[in-house]
Nanobody
Framework: VQLVESGGGLVQPGGSLRLSCAASGFIFSSTSMHWLRQAPGKGLEWVSTISTGAGDTTYVDSVKGRFTISRDNAKNTLYLQMNSLKPEDTAKYYC???????????WGQGTQVTVSS
């Protein structure tokens, strides 16, 4: 399993970023995918999940209406569009495949998102 996140950076409050995750080493189209995040000094937090065919998406309450998860099964790529970013969204963001809670190898190395003026 290889998951490589990109797209993080420094953005002002109210700004937007789009994270991408390139997946390989497993059948991407056959598994639900997830975004997780870890803020400085805090534990890992689940952010969002998308089903195999992208028909079902779920979000943690704190990002509902601001973040959108999507996937392109033809490109083996997962996305997270983040709008109206807040300082409390500052964290390292990880993409993960189902089973991530039991296996650290099912997450990527993460991409840092910093929201600050």
């Amino acid at each position: 399993v290889q998951l490589v996140e990109s797209g993080g950076g420094l953005v002002q409050p109210g700004g937007s970023l789009r994270l991408s995750c390139a997946a390989s080493g497993f059948i991407f189209s056959s598994t639900s995918m997830h975004w997780l995040r870890q803020a400085p000094g805090k534990g890992l937090e689940w952010v969002s999940t998308i089903s195999t065919g992208a028909g079902d998406t779920t979000y943690v309450d704190s990002v509902k209406g601001r973040f959108t998860i999507s996937r392109d099964n033809a490109k083996n790529t997962l996305y997270l569009q983040m709008n109206s970013l807040k300082p409390e969204d500052t964290a390292k963001y990880y993409c993960a495949k189902t089973g991530w809670s039991r296996n650290r190898n099912y997450w990527g190395q993460g991409t840092q998102v910093t929201v600050s003026s």
